[in-house]
């Protein structure tokens, strides 16, 4: 018998601050710059959660990047990291917030 999943809620964030913070909030998803809105942004919830969350992504593509090289479950990996990339991008960028599967949970871990 296996133990049911643990889903983490997705938050609720007040429209003015997703309008005034989402394009700092897609810089999250560009690699190192994810940095820019965790520390630059610490009054918007919205770009906070993102930042946290492309953290998370930066790392796996840190760690990625020595699985990745690997024919096909390597390729396999690192194209879904980058279509969740992608995917999370354009999300943010229209004001929405997508907890990416498997990795997006772990951003709560991050206190700052």
Known sequence: MTEPMQETVIPRFDPKDVEDHKLM???SYIGILCLVPLLAVKSSRF??????QGLILLI????GS???WFPFIGWALGL???VANIVALLKCLSGEFWEIPVIGQYR???KL
């Open 66 to 68: 020595f699985v990745f």
């Open 60 to 63: 796996v593509w840190v760690v």
């Open 80 to 82: 879904a990291v980058l």
């Open 108 to 110: 709560s871990k991050i």
């Open 25 to 27: 909030a897609a810089l």
């Open 47 to 52: 770009a906070q959660e993102h930042a946290k």
